[in-house]
């Protein structure tokens, strides 16, 4: 089974940086970061497929960096030039199917979430 636990949330000032970690039982085939804003929809922030492709989110893009350590079964989530509108709870989850693409949903296996809080 495998089970996302994330780390590394807290909050910072706008411009600032954090890094989020992500650590599971095993690597599948599409990684990723969401997040989710009190009263709005959770959404992807960035995907990385296990031979390391990278896809983001348009409002992220140039802001935040997702990685994956294959050896430890981590991915990791650099997000620099924080706004406050990052503000949110951010989840990492891992789907073993074949697809990996922003808006594709039905991830299998979830994080509890971290918390991100960026102040103006």
């Known amino acids: 089974q495998v089970q996302p636990v994330e780390s590394g949330g807290g909050s910072v000032q706008a411009g600032g940086s954090l890094r989020l970690s992500c650590a599971a039982s095993?690597?599948?085939?599409?990684m990723g970061w969401f997040r989710q804003a009190p009263g709005k929809e959770r959404e992807e922030a960035a995907l990385i497929t296990s031979y390391e492709t990278t896809k983001y989110a348009e409002d992220v893009k140039g802001r935040f960096t997702i990685s994956l350590d294959k050896a430890k079964n981590t991915w990791y989530l650099q997000m620099d030039s924080l706004k406050p509108e990052d503000t949110a709870m951010y989840f990492c989850a891992a789907d073993g199917g074949n697809y990996c693409y922003i808006g594709m949903g039905g991830f299998a296996h979830w994080g509890q979430g971290t918390q991100v809080t960026v102040s103006s």
């Open positions: 095993a690597s599948l085939y599409c």
